[in-house]
């Protein structure tokens, strides 16, 4: 099955697939070419499937896994249409000096990180063309401290 004519099940199986072993060979197939993926923590979009690898592999670059970190899902599922999903995850790992940003708030090489993320993706004819990813930044940037808004 392609990924043009694939249903969601499918989709929803080949992304973990792809998203957990870091394969963004099979992942980027499962992208549509105009699509856009956002991380609503920092503002940054990223649109079209080279700039989605870019990030991809720009992401991969910046973290390690080793033993028992990595990308975990605990909660995904589809709308009854097939048009949305929801990929909620908990990433473990360890940053590197690959990391991307040139900003003086960037994580130290050697940091370990555990970061709960959930991505609302937007499903067309088989394909991805909308990625929002939503997580706490203060927990990537300052990690084991609490930040408190409401109490």
């Known amino acids: 099955m392609t990924s043009e004519t694939m249903d969601t099940a499918d989709l929803v199986k080949a992304f973990t697939a792809a998203f957990m072993s870091d394969d963004i060979e099979n992942w980027k197939k499962l992208l549509a070419p105009d699509g856009v993926w956002k991380v609503m923590a920092t503002g940054e979009t990223f649109r079209g499937i080279d700039k989605m690898v870019e990030l991809a592999n720009r992401s991969v670059a910046a973290r390690k896994h080793n033993g028992e970190l990595g ?81």
């Not at 991307?100 to 970061?115: H, I, R, W």
């Not at 004819?125 to 084991?144: A, C, M, S």
């Open 71 to 151: 990308i975990k899902p605990i909660n995904v599922f589809s709308n009854e249409e097939g048009t949305k999903l929801c990929w909620e995850y908990v990433h473990t790992g360890i940053v590197t000096e690959n990391w991307p940003s040139t900003s003086a708030q960037k994580p130290l090489p050697g940091t370990k990180f555990e970061l709960p993320i959930m991505l609302m993706c937007e499903i067309k004819d088989g394909k991805l063309i909308e990625v929002r990813e939503y997580f706490d930044l203060l927990t990537l940037l300052e990690p084991g401290k609490s930040h408190h808004l409401y109490s």
